[in-house]
């Protein structure tokens, strides 16, 4: 018999964990199987007529028998498309993974599930760690998606990325040589009660979820309450207002368990990322002070060589410099933070696009936004490697 198997749907994850089905209505991944070559054509034609996008392969030609295929498809198009296929008599079959835990499981020799803390309405904050090699001494680097509870195209890179990774590990020269010599921890989803708030409630909700007593004003600005000139100009100490900075510094769980993880492996981690969206920018340190951080020059040019690059493949213009200067002041940001705790390479990305869909960024942009992000992140990682290795000099490593 035939069967495509629906394996996972992040977007709606708690629906699912509650419930044990997806429903129709929400934006999804699906990890499809084809175990024919019907099939093969049926989602090349499904991938490439209808609004989706193909996160993995990278290319509807790629598509081929038992090999996994990811879709994500909106929340409106997935009606059409799982009529498409019952209308070309394929059963599917509805066996749902948490995403996380699935790529965990079918990567167990390289990839590792972290917990690094719960989230205020106690959603687990898990990390994966990608560990590609085990060359001894490895450093790491560090990405976080999904601060801001509206900027959806984030968490999608984070889940991007680790699909990159583990897809063209030995296949691309880049992506291998990074991860022959980082480890990397991924936390797709920061601020996962705000991002499930987003789904259900408000599209628009930036902050977590937490409650305040004094009145009735909700949710912490997660990226103004870390211990960075905390809560200086360009945040708020109104539990009202969108850039609360909460009552102290990490006050929040979800900011401290980064914190507290990157404070126990500062030595280890050299690159830290936090994206976000949008207005395509490339930022580094600081947003908390207009001053210059000492290791200015060496940010700004590896944030301009990666947004040179974004220009060149994909004829999309990025700015980039220290958040300070280049967008406003805003204070207690996480960047900053890695920073002055000693991760000298810290920047934080704005994706697409520059507001004309704003936070609603078109399914049909995604797989554009992500490309551009990704290939910055690779420049930038290479050249942390290079730099580092340079600073180190350790001869035996290849
Ligand atoms: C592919 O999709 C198009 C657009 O919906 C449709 O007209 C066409 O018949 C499909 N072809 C196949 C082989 O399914
Ligand atoms: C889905 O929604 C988006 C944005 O709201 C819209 O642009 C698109 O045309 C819709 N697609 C379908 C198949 O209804
Ligand atoms: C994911 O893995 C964790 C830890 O192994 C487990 O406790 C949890 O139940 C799993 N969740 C799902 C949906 O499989
Ligand atoms: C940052 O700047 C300081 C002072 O110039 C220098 O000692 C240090 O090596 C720099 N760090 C990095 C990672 O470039
Ligand atoms: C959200 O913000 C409140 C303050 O309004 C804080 O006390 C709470 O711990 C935070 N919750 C989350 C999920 O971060
Ligand atoms: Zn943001």
């Not at 054509?41 to 790629?62: G, M």
Request: glycine content about 4%.
């Amino acid at each position: 018999m035939t069967t495509i198997l629906i394996l996972f749907v992040f977007m709606n994850l708690d629906t699912i964990l509650k419930t044990g089905h997806c429903t129709d209505t929400r934006d999804q991944v699906l990890s499809i199987t084809p175990t024919t070559q019907k099939q093969v054509d049926i989602l090349k034609n499904v991938s490439s007529h209808y609004e989706t996008a193909l996160w993995q392969p990278v290319s509807p030609e790629y598509i081929k028998e038992e090999t996994q295929v990811h879709l994500f498809v909106p929340g409106n198009s997935s009606g059409i498309i799982k009529n498409l296929l019952r209308t070309h008599g394929i059963t599917h079959e509805y066996a749902i993974y948490d995403w996380i835990n699935r790529t965990t499981h079918d990567n167990p020799d390289t990839v590792k599930l972290i917990l690094v803390g719960s989230s205020y309405e106690k959603r687990p904050l898990y990390a994966l760690k990608l560990s590609l090699n085990n060359r001894p001494n490895k450093k790491a680097m560090w990405i976080d998606c999904g601060i801001h509870a509206r900027e959806w195209v984030a968490p999608a890179f984070c889940l991007w990325f680790v699909h990159h990774s583990l897809s063209f590990y030995k296949v691309n020269k880049d992506i291998t040589h990074i991860l022959d010599n980082l480890d990397v921890y991924v936390l797709p989803v920061l601020n996962p009660d705000g991002y499930k708030y987003t789904w259900t409630k408000n599209r628009m909700w930036r902050k977590n979820r937490s409650q305040n007593n004094a009145n009735n004003c909700i949710g912490v600005d997660l990226n103004r309450n870390f211990d960075a000139n905390w809560c200086t100009e360009g945040a708020s100490h109104d539990p009202c207002s969108e850039i609360y900075c909460g009552s102290f510094p990490e006050s929040e769980p979800e900011s401290q368990a980064v914190a507290d993880f990157l404070r126990s492996n500062k030595d280890l981690v050299q690159l830290y990322l936090s994206i976000h969206s949008y207005s395509q920018m490339l930022l580094f340190p600081y947003s908390c002070t207009l001053e210059e951080a000492e290791n200015h020059s060496d940010l700004l040019e590896m944030a301009q060589e990666a947004a040179q690059a974004i220009r060149r493949y994909y004829r999309n213009t990025y700015s980039y410099g220290p958040g300070g200067k280049t967008i406003y002041l805003a204070p207690g940001g996480s960047d900053d933070w890695a920073y002055n705790l000693g991760i000298k390479y810290s920047f934080t990305f704005e994706l697409q696009d520059r507001g004309r869909y704003g936070f609603l960024l078109p399914t049909s942009h995604i797989s554009r936004a992500c490309n551009e992000a990704l290939i910055a992140v690779k420049i930038i990682a290479l050249k942390v490697i290079e730099k580092t290795q340079a600073a180190t000099s350790s001869p035996q490593t290849v």
